[in-house]
């Protein structure tokens, strides 16, 4: 079963009178739900619930909050292109540090069915050590209605490739980033940066490699982490290489975060080098449905076949490889 879960409240299955809003304990003191028992204080109490994780477009009001309970919010919206993702770290020191306490955590969204079963589910897999079938089949016993939609199972499936870690040098999460936030305006950029950023925090001795910097004036402009080229496997050794950089989009690239109308934007934008302002790079935008999207180079070499986010490439004798790396 899949449905968004932003407005239903309950049905009737299979002669089942069904109420979204049902509080289930899933595993030892982690329980999943609706957003009813979350402004229930004696519902909450009656589990020895103090600690609340609420993944909805908005937290629950301060003025509805009890006192004797901790409340955390992750943001997120019920749709296949919501990054809930990079939030299963922070979720899952939030669910782990109530159940190694031994009290309660109640994990809501609206219905209980998609995005905050998504956190739970990604929980179990990583502190149960399961696959994304396993840890669905665990949560449904339970609680059967869930149905996490398509893009958030993808996400799962990855975590599940990622061996339940977010690692900010695995090329693949990296490249789900891309794909997640990068075809879009320049709000998507902001967050893009945001939750990479909290990725690379949370990675333990992040090594992002050889440090690439201006020609004209040494100033630094990316890592080797940040080249984008596929895994250089052996269906690849045939193609000829183009010898193009692409990189992902940097913070200082204030190009790519116009403060003029998107309307005045041409269709190829230099970038320019944040200190001496010479031109390293280049991408191609359109202007679609009122927003300003990035558009991906074509590039089928032995380098960027099968490889998507080809967003900004670099100037040919732009840059340099840092000499004091």
Same mark, same amino acid.
């Given at each position: 079963?899949?449905?968004?879960?932003?407005?239903?409240?309950?049905?009737?299955?299979?002669?089942?009178?069904?109420?979204?809003d049902?509080?289930?304990?899933?595993?030892g003191?982690?329980?999943l739900?609706?957003?009813?028992?979350?402004?229930?204080?004696?519902?909450?109490?009656?589990?020895?619930?103090?600690?609340?994780?609420?993944?909805m477009?908005s937290p629950?009001?301060?003025?509805l909050?009890?006192e004797?309970?901790?409340?955390?919010f992750?943001?997120?919206?019920?749709?296949?292109?919501?990054?809930?993702?990079t939030?299963?770290?922070?979720?899952?020191?939030?669910?782990?540090?109530a159940?190694?306490?031994?009290?309660?955590?109640?994990?809501?969204?609206a219905?209980?069915?998609?995005r905050?079963?998504?956190?739970?589910?990604?929980?179990?897999?990583?502190?149960?050590?399961?696959?994304?079938?396993?840890?669905?089949?665990?949560?449904?016993?339970?609680?059967?209605?869930?149905?996490?939609?398509?893009?958030?199972?993808?996400?799962?499936?990855? /975590?599940?490739?990622?061996?339940? !870690?977010?690692v #900010?040098? *695995?090329?693949?999460?990296? @490249?789900? $980033?891309?794909?997640?936030?990068v075809?879009?305006?320049?709000?998507?950029l902001?967050?893009y940066?945001e939750?990479?950023?909290?990725?690379?925090?949370g990675?333990?001795?992040?090594?992002?490699?050889h440090?690439?910097?201006?020609?004209?004036?040494?100033?630094?402009?990316?890592?080797?982490?940040?080249?984008?080229?596929?895994?250089?496997?052996?269906?690849?050794?045939?193609?000829?290489?183009?010898?193009?950089?692409?990189?992902?989009?940097?913070?200082?690239?204030?190009?790519?975060l116009?403060?003029?109308?998107v309307?005045?934007?041409?269709?190829?934008?230099?970038?320019?080098?944040?200190?001496?302002?010479?031109?390293?790079?280049?991408?191609?935008?359109? /202007?679609?449905?009122?927003?300003? !999207?990035l558009? #991906?180079? *074509?590039?089928?070499?032995? @380098?960027? $076949?099968?490889?998507?986010?080809l967003?900004?490439?670099?100037?040919?004798?732009?840059f340099?490889?840092?000499s004091?790396?």
């Open positions: 079963m899949s449905a968004n879960d932003k407005d239903v409240k309950c049905a009737v299955i299979n002669n089942q009178v069904i109420d979204w049902d509080m289930n304990r899933i595993w003191d982690l329980y739900g609706g957003q009813r028992p979350a402004y229930e204080p004696k519902t909450l109490k009656g589990a020895d619930i103090r600690t609340v994780l609420t993944v477009d629950i009001p301060e003025l909050e009890h004797d309970i901790v409340y955390h992750i943001h997120a919206m019920d749709h296949s292109s919501q990054d809930l993702l939030h299963f770290g922070e979720a899952y020191d939030i669910i782990d540090g159940v190694t306490a031994g009290t309660g955590v109640y994990v809501h969204c219905a209980g069915i998609s905050s079963a998504t956190i739970v589910i990604s929980y179990l897999m990583r502190k149960l050590r399961m696959t994304v079938t396993a840890a669905l089949a665990l949560v449904r016993k339970w609680r059967w209605i869930v149905g996490p939609n398509d893009g958030f199972m993808r996400q799962l499936d990855l /975590f599940e490739a990622m061996d339940c !870690r977010l #900010a040098t *695995d090329r693949r999460l990296r @490249q789900y $980033m891309l794909e997640m936030y075809s879009f305006n320049g709000v998507q902001d967050q940066f939750r990479m950023a909290a990725v690379e925090t990675t333990d001795g992040l090594d992002l490699g440090r690439y910097v201006c020609t004209g004036c040494g100033e630094g402009l990316f890592n080797e982490i940040h080249v984008i080229r596929n895994d250089g496997s052996d269906q690849y050794n045939d193609r000829e290489v183009c010898g193009k950089v692409f990189i992902e989009p940097q913070p200082w690239m204030s190009e790519l116009p403060e003029v109308e309307r005045d934007l041409p269709e190829e934008l230099s970038i320019k080098c944040p200190q001496c302002r010479r031109v390293v790079a280049e991408c191609c935008t359109i /202007f679609s449905h009122s927003t300003l !999207r558009a #991906a180079f *074509d590039c089928d070499c032995g @380098q960027h $076949m099968d490889v998507k986010g967003m900004v490439r670099m100037t040919d004798n732009a340099n490889k840092c004091n790396d």
